[in-house]
């Protein structure tokens, strides 16, 4: 079971639901700017809400998040009027499940390397007939704030699927996997994609090989209708992304923490 061109997608949706602040930005062209938290604390997921940003990818793939980190993260998030996303370490289909009953607005998958993957990912993350998601929650309706009957007619073309391109099979592959009914968003992790193209991370931004990846991955998403994302390290390059990305996920919890001591203490100590 797997969707087909006909069916309502995030894109082409007619649902109306100002709860999902990061849909809402995509399709009216607002350009989103996002942040990644590895930190599993309900209040720094508040803390990072009310900072103004648009979406939060809580990071289950590389950060300390487990189950109930999770689930508490999205409700915090969600709660503050921000579009909590999370991102899955893998695309098995307990794993995309559980992610999705947290309530989460879109999911994240890493590493999508071919079609099938990407078709694999769309079948658990979409309810029948659409896919094989399974339903038994009532916690995920919440946090669209909605019932779980409204929820169950709208989470199949309102819920944002994500796939990170950042191998190069997924660059190899990028046409097909764009084309897959069902992918919402192309997602470019850089600093994996220059370790499988280059050997080395991060890129420099200027190597060919890189460069012509990047660009292959956009006209990709372009081709097929799909939105296109990447990860920042910082606001000048954030809005640099405006020009080619219909959003941009801006460094994390840690590096910001971190970053902001770095700094000031050089100052302190000067």
Same mark, same amino acid.
């Given at each position: 079971?797997?969707?087909?061109?006909?069916?309502?997608?995030?894109?082409? &949706? &007619?649902?109306?639901?100002?709860? *999902?602040?990061?849909?809402?930005?995509?399709?009216?062209? /607002?350009?989103?700017?996002?942040?990644?938290?590895?930190?599993?604390?309900? $209040?720094?997921? #508040? +803390?990072?809400?009310?900072?103004?940003?648009?979406?939060?990818?809580?990071?289950?793939? @590389?950060?300390?998040?487990?189950?109930?980190?999770? @689930?508490?993260?999205?409700?915090? +998030?969600?709660? *503050?009027?921000?579009?909590?996303?999370?991102?899955?370490?893998?695309?098995? @289909?307990?794993?995309?499940?559980?992610?999705?009953?947290?309530? !989460?607005?879109?999911?994240?998958?890493?590493?999508?390397?071919?079609?099938? /993957?990407?078709? #694999?990912?769309?079948?658990?993350?979409?309810?029948?007939?659409?896919?094989?998601?399974?339903?038994?929650?009532?916690?995920?309706? +919440?946090?669209?704030?909605?019932?779980?009957? /409204?929820?169950?007619?709208?989470?199949?073309?309102?819920?944002?699927?994500?796939?990170?391109? /950042?191998?190069?099979?997924?660059?190899?592959?990028?046409?097909?996997?764009?084309?897959?009914?069902?992918?919402?968003?192309?997602?470019?992790?850089?600093?994996?994609?220059?370790?499988? *193209?280059?050997?080395? &991370?991060?890129?420099?931004?200027?190597?060919?090989?890189?460069?012509?990846?990047?660009?292959?991955?956009?006209?990709? !998403?372009?081709?097929?209708?799909?939105?296109?994302? $990447?990860? &920042?390290?910082?606001?000048?390059?954030?809005?640099?992304?405006?020009? $080619?990305?219909?959003?941009?996920?801006?460094?994390?919890?840690?590096?910001?923490?971190?970053?902001?001591?770095?700094?000031? *203490?050089?100052?302190?100590?000067?």
């Amino acid at each position: 079971m797997t969707r087909t061109m006909s069916d309502p997608t995030p894109q082409t &949706t &007619t649902v109306q639901n100002p709860r *999902l602040r990061l849909l809402n930005k995509l399709r009216a062209g /607002e350009f989103p700017v996002l942040t990644f938290m590895a930190i599993p604390s309900v $209040r720094m997921a #508040q +803390i990072v809400s009310l900072t103004g940003l648009d979406g939060i990818v809580v990071d289950a793939e @590389h950060g300390h998040i487990g189950d109930d980190a999770m @689930h508490n993260s999205v409700s915090a +998030i969600a709660s *503050l009027g921000i579009s909590p996303v999370i991102r899955v370490r893998g695309p098995a @289909h307990d794993i995309l499940k559980r992610a999705l009953d947290t309530g !989460a607005h879109g999911i994240m998958v890493p590493q999508v390397n071919n079609a099938d /993957e990407a078709r #694999q990912v769309v079948a658990s993350a979409k309810f029948p007939p659409q896919g094989l998601r399974g339903q038994g929650s009532a916690f995920p309706a +919440i946090a669209h704030g909605l019932t779980t009957p /409204e929820y169950m007619k709208s989470a199949n073309e309102t819920i944002i699927t994500m796939l990170q391109i /950042e191998t190069k099979a997924g660059v190899e592959n990028v046409d097909e996997i764009a084309a897959v009914p069902g992918v919402d968003l192309l997602f470019i992790g850089p600093n994996d994609l220059a370790q499988s *193209l280059l050997g080395y &991370t991060p890129a420099r931004g200027d190597e060919p090989e890189f460069v012509a990846a990047v660009d292959k991955i956009i006209a990709a !998403a372009r081709k097929h209708g799909k939105w296109c994302g $990447r990860m &920042t390290n910082d606001g000048a390059a954030s809005k640099e992304g405006r020009k $080619r990305y219909d959003m941009v996920s801006m460094t994390g919890d840690t590096k910001a923490i971190q970053n902001w001591y770095i700094a000031e *203490l050089a100052v302190a100590r000067s």
